[in-house]
């Protein structure tokens, strides 16, 4: 199983970017999908997370935003990122809590490798 991030670069202050990821291997769906990003010499932090229904969840300093959205035909969550900042300069991980059985009854999280955001003032 592996996740595939894309769509980072680098965007001027107030442009937007949209990141994808998606998930390679024998799965049974995806429960949580998450964003994650980490900032030079800072810690990981969460971004947002949409659950299998559809509930979403925000950091505070993207509400507003930021928007998650997920394609489960295709096993693939968004990040469409507008009005963007220097602060939100960082690398940006998915993360999936992947059904490995049939029964759905066993879930692994896996992180992606990350794509780089940067935003120039």
């Known amino acids: 199983v592996q996740l595939q991030a894309s769509g980072g670069g680098l965007v001027l202050a107030g442009g937007s970017l949209r990141l994808s990821c998606t998930v390679s291997?024998?799965?049974?769906?995806?429960?949580?999908m998450s964003w994650y990003r980490q900032a030079p010499g800072n810690q990981r932090e969460s971004v947002a997370t949409?659950?299998?229904?559809?509930?979403?969840d925000y950091a505070d300093s993207v509400k507003g935003r930021f928007t998650i959205s997920r394609n489960n035909a295709e096993n693939t969550v968004y990040l469409q990122m507008n009005s963007l900042k220097p602060e939100d300069t960082a690398v940006y991980y998915c993360?999936?809590?992947?059904?490995?059985?049939?029964?759905?009854?066993?879930?692994?999280?896996?992180w992606g490798k990350g794509t780089l955001v940067t935003v120039s003032s």
């Open positions: 291997g024998s799965i049974f769906g995806v429960n949580y």
């Open positions: 949409i659950t299998g229904l559809g509930r979403t």
């Open positions: 993360n999936f809590a992947v059904y490995l059985t049939s029964s759905r009854d066993y879930v692994r999280y896996y």
